[in-house]
């Protein structure tokens, strides 16, 4: 029985001969090799079939790579197959790959997802040469698999596809053409040690046949891949739009920094944090790419009018500029998944006065052009705190991984519950109807953070001279604000440790405490006090559901 290609079902029946091979070789009766050494054989070109698999997995991917690149990023298999791993990883998970790889994660899924392939690919390959027409169902199967996560991304349209459907047949044809050089193999085995001399060339020429067009595919491949990367780069001028874009002055300028905002003991994390360093945390493996004059906020839902808002009408918006902290629902006790920055937009209360939210909405559903959304309470956004539509960091346009050209910033509010970034759509709506992002994956519905004192200096497990040693660090309570931070020496008594200046309730506050350090091991903890005269819990909590609560312990050794 053949396939459509012509080949063989059962890998013991040898294909089909051209006449060119039959005038190169027929065993002479008798001259016929024994069949020795066949397991040795048969491994050799399992991994040959391997290998196959392994290029052919290559071409599928990098002619995807290449024809994307007119396309948009998101349609690319690597990224649509792990966003969509992102977006079904279960939460303990998501946890795992958040604690053991930090904002690494992403790289880690990348690893992951480059061995998964690998194998599959190794697998297909020997199933295609022991079965050709199962190698042929593997490769549809898993070119809609990729299809599939594909055309279901958000913002993706079906002709998206095309580069997918176009790779998937180019590692057929690769796939058939290097497992026929491998058939070829096989009817000349490896003979040449059990016969002599005797036709020496016939199993060294099917062999180089097979490694030159394997070196050819993959070189093939390599260029492919590195030109759709290129190619892409090159036609995404967002990046320049970006560094073009000349922001606008606020009408209500950010509050004036008063001086001593930073902590006096030297190594404490800077109070304003640079674009470069500030903490990213989302789930886009490929950062979106929106030009701002295509940029369209729709805002809608329960409203009294509907509206749709472009960039330009954001430039001439009576913008805010306040200096807020943003911070992570997935921060550890004493980790840095926080950041301070002077954001420039315009307030979303403005917005919903235009809109008009109906009676019974109580939750403003965020999503951005990647299908990422946030919930955040509707009063939260009316309040009166600078909750805005930010289109510049820290006297920039927002940087491309923060969200340009629009993002939500909403102080007191972790980021997955507020500071959806590539935002293009509000929703007025009710908790009860709707579920945003996190929530549908185990977070919960609303998330106020939590007050939090960071310990960064002296670091962890620092070794320090005996004397006076400088401790400092950072504390937040964003809307309450710091009141106080305490220090405990091991189980001594909890001193009060010096406050930086306060910039303003929703930004961070820095201090510091100088400490008498006697030689031995010993355990620095802080807590914090928040304006309303709460003093930060001990209680020991997860960052699942709400946020990781705690006092820091860290552990010296001083000399
Ligand atoms: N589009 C989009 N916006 C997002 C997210 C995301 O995954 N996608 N993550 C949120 C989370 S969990 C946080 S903590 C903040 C982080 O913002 P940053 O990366 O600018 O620090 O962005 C929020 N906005
Ligand atoms: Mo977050």
Not at 146 to 164: E, H, L, Q, Y
Not at 174 to 203: C, H, I, N, Q, Y
Not at 239 to 249: F, M, V, Y
Not at 259 to 281: C, E, H, M
Request: charged residues 20%; contains cysteine.
């Amino acid at each position: 029985m053949s396939t459509p290609w012509g080949a063989p079902d059962n890998p013991d029946t040898p294909p089909l001969r051209t006449p060119c091979m039959k005038t190169l070789s027929t065993p002479k009766p008798g001259t016929a090799p024994q069949p020795r050494k066949r397991s040795a054989l048969r491994s050799g070109s399992t991994a040959l079939a391997a290998l196959a698999g392994v290029v052919s997995a290559a071409v599928v991917l990098s002619v995807a790579e290449l024809i994307g690149a007119f396309f948009t990023t998101r349609a690319t298999p690597l990224i649509a197959l792990g966003s969509t791993f992102i977006d079904f990883t279960p939460l303990w998970m998501k946890n795992f790959a958040v604690e053991t790889f930090g904002t690494n994660d992403k790289a880690a899924l990348f690893v992951g997802m480059a061995v998964t392939i690998l194998l599959l690919a190794c697998v297909l390959g020997i199933v295609a040469y022991r079965k050709w027409a199962l190698g042929v169902a593997g490769v549809v199967l898993m070119g809609a698999v990729i299809v599939g996560t594909v055309v279901t991304r958000a913002g993706v349209k079906p002709f998206d596809a095309i580069p997918s459907l176009i790779g998937t047949v180019a590692g057929l044809v690769v796939l058939r053409f290097l497992t026929t050089r491998l058939w070829r193999m096989r009817e000349w085995p490896d003979v040449a040690s059990d016969r002599g001399a005797k036709e020496p060339d016939r199993p060294a020429t099917t062999r180089r046949a097979f490694f030159t067009a394997t070196g050819i595919t993959a070189a093939a491949a390599a260029v492919a891949a590195t030109g759709g990367r290129l190619l892409s780069a090159a036609r995404s001028n967002v990046a320049q739009a970006r560094g073009a874009l000349k922001l606008p002055a606020p009408a209500k300028a950010a509050a004036p920094v008063p001086a001593g905002v930073q902590s006096k003991a030297p190594g404490v994390t800077p109070w304003l944090t640079p674009n470069k360093d500030f903490y990213r945390i989302d789930t886009a493996l490929s950062v979106p790419e929106i030009n701002a004059q295509d940029w369209e906020l729709r805002v809608h839902g329960l409203v009294e009018q509907e509206l749709r808002l472009s960039f330009q009408d954001l430039l001439d918006a009576q913008l805010i500029e306040s200096h807020v902290s943003l911070t992570c629902v997935s921060n550890p006790v004493g980790g840095n998944l926080a950041g301070n920055a002077k954001w420039l937009g315009m307030p979303i209360r403005d917005v919903l006065k235009m809109a008009r939210p109906k009676q019974g909405a109580d939750m403003v559903l965020s999503t951005s052009v990647d299908g990422f959304s946030a919930s955040t309470p509707l009063e939260v956004l009316q309040d009166g705190r600078d909750a805005m539509l930010a289109i510049g960091m820290n006297g920039e346009a927002l940087p491309l991984e923060h969200g340009y050209p629009v993002r939500m910033v909403v102080p007191g509010l972790y980021g997955f519950v507020s500071a959806t970034k590539w935002v293009v759509d509000l929703e007025v709506t009710r908790f009860a109807d709707h579920k945003a992002y996190w929530t549908q994956r185990g977070w919960s519905e609303r998330g106020p953070i939590k007050t939090m004192a960071r310990v960064e200096v002296p670091k962890s497990f620092a070794k320090v001279p005996a004397g006076r040693v400088a401790v400092g660090g950072t504390a937040w309570a964003q809307t309450r604000g710091i009141t106080k931070v305490e220090v405990q020496i091991d189980n001594g008594p909890w001193t009060e440790a010096v406050l930086s200046a306060e910039a303003s309730v929703v930004t961070w506050r820095q201090w510091s405490f100088d400490w008498e350090a006697t030689p031995g091991p010993h355990y620095i903890k802080a807590r914090a006090t928040d304006g309303t005269g709460e003093v930060q819990t001990d209680k020991r909590a997860d960052p699942v559901p709400d946020g990781a609560s705690g006092w820091q312990s860290v552990m010296v050794t001083v000399e």
